[in-house]
């Protein structure tokens, strides 16, 4: 199979699912799709001369593709069916994501036995529950609707929900633990482990520093209060306790430098695994998923002896993850801007770079060249949502992300030495103090 029959029918199931997520195809759309591409690919069996019809032919292939995934992940169908009364019902089930904790209590993402479907759990913030514990719980249940911010913008909330086929939700239910063993045992070890280290953080760093030292490692989905996670929104640095592909490059690295004496494949194949680790228990997140993606195609070429193209890298992630969850393409935002973020830093960084040829120190220019990349590259995403970024979002970024690297090493170091408490503390005070003190000038 040639590289154009492979890129039109990726270019094709890609508007398949836009179009799709849009629009929906119905059946007769996709007969009149399927008919049309047919006449194509006889065209162009009756004259080979004229190659643009076969290249039609397999893009409105690609569209029926990308619909049909789309119809056959989708299972908004049978939430509409789900009947919804004021009385209170009853599910047994499984929580199927770690618990993220909230300043008013913990929530929970449940599967339902026999349901396709999940439903958010609000729930007490004690007792705590946990990834893979099976649950009977019992309340009201309700179906997510989207709401009016403060602005009086509408928050698409029940779209980035069905993303995750979550259509309903619980507000404190009545939970009761089931006695059995969880389905996936790898994940729930590393959860544990994750849990684990999260205490000697804990035990090293006081509130709300640990909080971000949690997040800047691990992703952990802690409180950090309305207030320091406002100015974090407002200063534009809520990225910072996003998982991305710096952390996984800084695990691998360690790996590299740990195992040196050993041959280059051992290396290789260690930090694969580890960094597969590693995103299975942070929660395999959309910016996780797509940055261990890029990073396995990285350590494979290393392997391989090939070159690495980051380009290509990221449009395969993204292709791949849109086969996996077509939902993302349109209603995921943390996709969305992690693609967006990656492609700025891939195309418009080398740019930006040679724009800022004069500055002479190389450290300077290419902070200020990515932190400028990822802005704009992001920049159109958040005005079609009607966002507007302040103008000391640039300062403050500048300002805080050559702290990022020392504040994780820092972070993990503490969760090996809990005694090495105050080295974490700095970074993430200073950059917690930064941040108050730029959203004070905005705001």
């Known amino acids: 199979m040639s590289s154009k029959t492979i890129l039109c029918i990726t270019f094709g199931f890609v508007g398949g699912v836009l179009w799709q997520s849009v629009f929906r195809l119905g059946t007769n759309f996709t007969l009149l799709l399927a008919v049309l591409a047919g006449l194509s690919f006889i065209y162009f069996r009756l004259n080979h001369e004229t190659r643009e019809w076969l290249y039609l032919s397999l893009i409105l292939v690609g569209i029926i593709l990308g619909g049909l995934r789309f119809q056959v992940k989708d299972e908004s169908n049978f939430a509409n069916q789900v009947e919804l009364t004021s009385f209170p019902v009853t599910l047994t089930g499984e929580v199927v994501a770690e618990p993220e904790e909230r300043d008013v209590g913990q ?100 509130e709300p ?150 500055l002479r120190s190389p450290i300077t220019r290419e902070l200020i060249a990515t932190t400028l990349a990822a802005q704009l590259a992001v920049l159109p995403w958040f005005l079609s949502k009607g966002i507007i970024l302040s103008p000391l979002a640039l300062p403050a970024n500048l300002l805080v992300l050559p702290l990022v690297p020392l504040a994780m090493f820092a972070g993990f170091a503490t969760m090996l030495v809990p005694a090495l408490g105050l080295f974490a503390w700095l970074p993430t005070h200073y950059i917690l103090v930064l941040a108050h003190f730029v959203a004070n000038l905005i705001g």
């Open 107 to 206: 929530r929970l993402v449940f599967q339902p036995e026999s349901w396709p479907v999940r439903v958010v759990l609000n729930a007490a913030p004690y007792p705590k529950f946990f990834y893979g514990e099976r649950l009977k719980v019992t309340g009201k249940l309700t179906r997510v609707d989207n709401f009016l911010a403060d602005s009086g913008q509408l928050v698409p909330y029940a779209d980035y929900l069905a993303a995750e086929e979550i259509y309903f939700q619980i507000w404190q239910p009545k939970i009761e633990p089931v006695d059995s063993e969880p389905d996936n045992r790898l994940r729930s070890s590393l959860i544990v482990f994750k849990h684990w280290l999260l205490e000697r953080l804990d035990r090293g760093l006081p």
């Open 209 to 358: 520093e640990a909080s971000l030292a949690a997040g800047l490692t691990l992703g952990a989905k802690r409180p950090l209060g309305e207030s320091l996670t406002a100015d974090l929104r407002e200063t534009s640095l809520i990225h910072i306790i996003v998982l991305s592909g710096y952390n996984l490059s800084i695990i691998a690295t360690a790996i590299f430098l740990l195992l040196k004496r050993f041959s280059l494949r051992p290396r290789i194949i260690i930090a694969a695994a580890a960094v597969s680790l590693f995103t299975l228990m942070v929660g395999a997140g959309p910016a996780a998923l797509r940055a261990l993606i890029m990073t396995l195609i990285a350590l494979g070429a290393q392997l391989s002896g090939r070159r690495y193209l980051a380009g290509r890298a990221l449009l395969f992630a993204g292709v791949l993850m849109v086969v996996i969850n077509p939902k993302v393409l349109v209603f995921d935002p943390g996709f969305q801007l992690s693609f967006l973020a990656t492609a700025g830093l891939i195309y418009l960084s080398p740019l930006i770079t040679k724009w800022l040829a004069r």
